[in-house]
C-alpha cells in the first residue's frame, strides 16, 4: 500500500500544475486545484512515510527508460521516511501560500509541483542513476520558482547564481556515482557495504 501511496504522492504533485495552466493567469479555479492536488499529494506522501515508519517495507520499484541504462529503482527506508515527512509538510505550506499570492501567476503552481515531485522521488532514489535525474529535475524546478519575478535584475542574478552553484553541485554528484561503480561495480546505493575499501568510502563521502 505505501508504494501505491507513494506513487499516487509523486503523480499528482508532478501533474498539479495542468489546472493551473488550463484556467490561464486569470482564474482562481485552476490554482486552487493545483493547491488541493499538492495537499493531497503531501497527504499520500506522508502516510507512505509513516508506514514505512511503523515497520511496513516498502517494496523496491524499477523503471526502465531505456535498454542502454540500468532501470531507476526507488523505494522508501526508514531515514528517507524520516526527511519525507518534512518535505510533504513544508510543500503542503508553500502551496497554500501561494494560492494567496497573486504575483506567482501560473508559474509557481506548475513548478511547485515539479519540485515537490522531484523531491520526493529523490528521497526515494536507490541508486546514482534515479538520483542524478531527480535531483536535475530537482534543480531545474527550484531554479524557475527563484525567477517567478524574473522582471527584477537582481532575482535574475540570484537565480543564475543557484543554477550555476547547483551544477557545480551536480558535477561532484556525477563524480560521486562514477565512485560509486567504479568501487562496488553497481549504481546501486545498497552496495555501499562494510567490504567496500576504506579509501573508496572516504572518497565517496567527500564527494557527497
Known amino acids: 500500500m505505501n508504494t501505491w501511496l507513494l506513487i499516487a ?13 488550463c484556467a490561464g493567469p486569470g482564474r482562481s479555479w485552476g490554482r486552487s486545484l493545483a493547491t488541493a492536488m499538492q495537499i493531497v499529494a503531501a ?13 511496513h517495507a516498502m517494496p523496491p520499484v524499477r523503471v526502465a ?12 527506508d526508514v531515514l528517507s521516511a524520516w526527511f519525507l515527512l518534512p518535505v510533504c509538510f513544508l510543500c503542503a505550506c508553500a502551496s497554500v501560500f501561494d494560492l494567496g499570492w497573486r504575483a506567482g501567476g501560473t508559474r509557481v503552481p506548475v513548478f511547485l509541483g515539479v519540485l515537490f515531485a522531484s ?9 546514482g542513476i534515479a ?12 531554479f524557475f520558482l527563484v525567477a517567478t519575478d524574473h ?8 537565480a543564475w547564481l543557484y543554477l550555476a552553484t547547483t551544477h557545480a553541485s551536480t558535477l561532484l554528484l556525477v563524480a560521486w556515482v562514477g565512485t560509486l561503480v567504479w568501487s562496488t561495480g553497481s549504481f546501486q546505493f545498497a552496495t555501499l ?11 565517496l563521502f567527500l564527494l557527497a
Do not use: K
Request: glycine share 8%; aromatic share 6%.
Open 9 to 21: 504522492a509523486i503523480g499528482l504533485a508532478a501533474t498539479s500544475g495542468v489546472p493551473a495552466l
Open 65 to 76: 527508460v531505456s535498454p542502454l541504462v540500468p532501470a531507476m529503482t526507488f523505494w522508501l
Open 151 to 158: 522582471h527584477e535584475r537582481e532575482v535574475r542574478d540570484a
Open 193 to 203: 557495504d562494510p567490504g567496500v575499501p576504506a579509501a573508496a568510502r572516504d572518497g
Open 43 to 55: 497527504s499520500c506522501g506522508a502516510l507512505a512515510a509513516m508506514l514505512v515508519l511503523a515497520g
Open 119 to 127: 523531491l520526493m522521488a529523490l528521497l526515494a532514489a536507490q541508486d
Open 131 to 142: 538520483f542524478l535525474v531527480t535531483w536535475e529535475a530537482m534543480a531545474l524546478a527550484a
